[in-house]
T-cell receptor
Framework: GENVEQHPSTLSVQEGDSAVIKCTYSDSASNYFPWYKQELGKRPQLIIDIRSNVGEKKDQRIAVTLNKTAKHFSLHITETQPEDSAVYFCAARYSSASKIIFGSGTRLSIRP | KAGVTQTPRYLIKTRGQQVTLSCSPISGHRSVSWYQQTPGQGLQFLFEYFSETQRNKGNFPGRFSGRQFSNSRSEMNVSTLELGDSALYLC????????????FGSGTRLTVV
């Protein structure tokens, strides 16, 4: 069925270090993979997305990679800062329908 | 331009009652999706509307329903409320069906007592 698995559920890294969050999806026909950041008490906000015809995309300290064969995609945050502390959600759009399915979220904490 | 607007922001209801939540998408956006967010379950898909038609429905009981109006505003209704319906209900809009780039509203926090 339609499913997006996300790991880890919690992640704590030292300020300045890198953080990696990994997701897998079940439908090989999925074609769009967004990542959302949700700060405490706020709405989820799109931070980066990637389409199935691209293997990697970068935006400053954030990058997303996609392995279509393995049905994996990952979020990489480099040089982490305190304001990166939030819950991050990966998601996938199933081409058989237009709905976007979300992973269960990763709570990222940046230690000073 | 204005973002996605959800009303009300907070609601407290009693078990057995019903509730209606409203979502006004970004101007020009014709697709609205609804999600239920709970601490243990993350973001669970409820339904998606485009041009007043429900395109997709998640795995929720029939007590959860919705509709979309000709101006793209959407409402969702939950009847016979249960304690487990307490959650943050988020709507997101996009330009059209299969369009990327969801923008979320701030949500309606429903508490059922």
């Amino acid at each position: 069925g339609e499913n997006v698995e996300q790991h880890p559920s919690t992640l704590s890294v030292q300020e300045g270090d890198s953080a990696v969050i990994k997701c897998t999806y079940s439908d090989s026909a999925s074609n769009y993979f967004p990542w959302y950041k949700q700060e405490l008490g706020k709405r989820p906000q799109l931070i980066i997305d990637i389409r199935s015809n691209v293997g990697e995309k970068k935006d400053q300290r954030i990058a997303v990679t996609l392995n279509k064969t393995a049905k994996h995609f990952s979020l990489h945050i480099t040089e982490t800062q305190p304001e990166d502390s939030a819950v991050y959600f990966c998601a996938a759009r199933y081409s058989s329908a237009s709905k976007i399915i979300f992973g269960s979220g990763t709570r990222l904490s940046i230690r000073p | 331009k204005a973002g996605v607007t959800q009303t009300p922001r907070y609601l407290i209801k009693t078990r057995g009652q019903q509730v209606t939540l409203s979502c006004s998408p970004i101007s020009g956006h014709r697709s609205v999706s609804w999600y239920q967010q709970t601490p243990g379950q993350g973001l669970q898909f409820l339904f998606e509307y485009f041009s007043e038609t429900q395109r997709n429905k998640g795995n929720f009981p029939g007590r959860f329903s919705g509709r979309q109006f000709s101006n793209s505003r959407s409402e969702m209704n939950v009847s016979t409320l249960e304690l487990g319906d307490s959650a943050l209900y988020l709507c997101a809009s996009s330009l059209g069906a299969n369009q990327d780039g969801y923008t979320f509203g701030s949500g309606t926090r429903l508490t059922v007592v």
